[in-house]
């Protein structure tokens, strides 16, 4: 099946330096036997990232480790064992009991799904000297799906232990790259997001983004924001969509690749000037369920806001110019919002 990638998003599969199907598949792989409603057995389900206790936020606690559960992909979604792939490997690295941390153990981990175990030595901030860990994936979304190659990127929050001592809260943003192959598509390359360090001079719009309760990040996100090096546009247009909308972002800057997938056209995203909503009121984009009209009515207010490019599993018209609003596989799961200047 040919998934074109046309639009505005994630790099080619030569990623430069850091800016840096199928329901057979078997759901039983290492770390995804539960289903995300507490039940068992390998029916697809809405994506699930609910944790049962403790912080979500990077503030050391004496609590128990969360409860976790593992991430399904959506039965609607146009490719679901690509994002399962991808998910179940991220899980794999970031998840160990006590004494099970270190890369040796993650490449044995690995290679248990049947992947290199080579792998381990790219997973960046997934793996610490921690004694122990557990990781919640938030969202898998496209970096973009051709016929034969993919970008999933896996947003995840994680939670380590070492000693009995605190817990420490923190995550990151995995672009996992992938190929197709038999009897299932393999990850070829890792490539966890690297926002930078938080800004002494934060502007007072960054501050209102992450204090405002209507708009969720996750902690690559949240870090890229705190950086200083997200663009004024893209974070006034973020406040005004809480004004109407509550908005769980999944992808600012860091962890989205530098190119549009499979072409040499550089993204908004590596240049703070852009960000995806994989959540609209709750309701994912990708579901069946979800109304079109709320897609419909989000895209038009984030032209509205100000975006030149925007991006979601419909194809709308009536826009500014004749490519601001598009539509394509990749962004099947969410909406993109691109911003000029």
């Given amino acids: 099946m040919t998934i074109p990638s046309t639009a505005h998003g994630p790099a080619d599969p030569g990623r430069r330096s850091v800016l840096l199907s199928a329901a057979a598949l078997a759901l039983t792989a290492s770390g995804c036997s539960g289903r995300s409603d507490g039940t068992r057995g390998p029916r697809l389900s809405a994506p699930t990232a609910s944790v049962s206790s403790a912080s979500a936020g990077a503030t050391p606690s004496s609590a128990a480790l969360p409860h976790t559960t593992a991430w399904r992909p959506n039965a609607a979604d146009v490719e679901p064992a690509v994002k399962l792939r991808a998910v179940q490997l991220v899980e794999a690295l970031g998840t160990w009991r006590p004494g099970g941390g270190g890369t040796s153990k993650a490449r044995a981990r690995v290679t248990a799904l ?8 790219q997973a960046g901030p997934l793996l610490s000297g921690a004694d122990e860990s557990v990781l919640q994936v938030i969202d898998a ?113 860091s962890g989205h690749p530098l190119d549009v997938f499979g072409t040499d056209r550089p993204s908004d995203h590596p240049l703070g000037r852009a960000f995806d909503v994989w959540r ?55 909406v993109h919002a691109g911003f000029s200047s």
């Fill in 141 to 253: 979304q496209y970096g973009g799906i051709l016929t034969d190659s993919a970008s999933v990127l896996v947003v995840c929050r994680q939670w380590t232990r070492s000693g009995g001592g605190p817990v420490a809260g923190g995550g990151t943003t995995v672009d996992v790259r992938l190929s197709r192959a038999r009897p299932r598509w393999s990850v070829k390359a890792l490539h966890p997001a690297a926002p930078g360090p938080a800004s002494t001079t934060l502007s007072d719009t960054a501050r209102k983004v992450l204090a405002d309760r209507r708009i969720s990040l996750p902690p690559a996100s949240a870090a890229d924001i705190r950086s200083g090096a997200v663009h004024p546009s893209a974070l006034t247009a973020l406040l005004r969509l809480a004004d109407r909308y509550r908005i769980d972002v999944s992808v600012v800057r």
């Fill in 280 to 334: 609209i009121n709750g309701r994912p984009v990708v579901a069946a369920s979800t109304p079109r009209s709320l897609i419909e009515s989000f895209m038009r207010a984030a032209a509205a806001a100000g975006s030149y490019n925007v991006g979601g599993p419909v194809q709308l018209g009536g826009g500014a110019t004749a490519n601001q609003f598009f539509s394509d596989a990749t962004h099947h799961d969410h």
């Fill in 114 to 121: 049947g992947l290199p175990g080579a792998l381990a030595d």
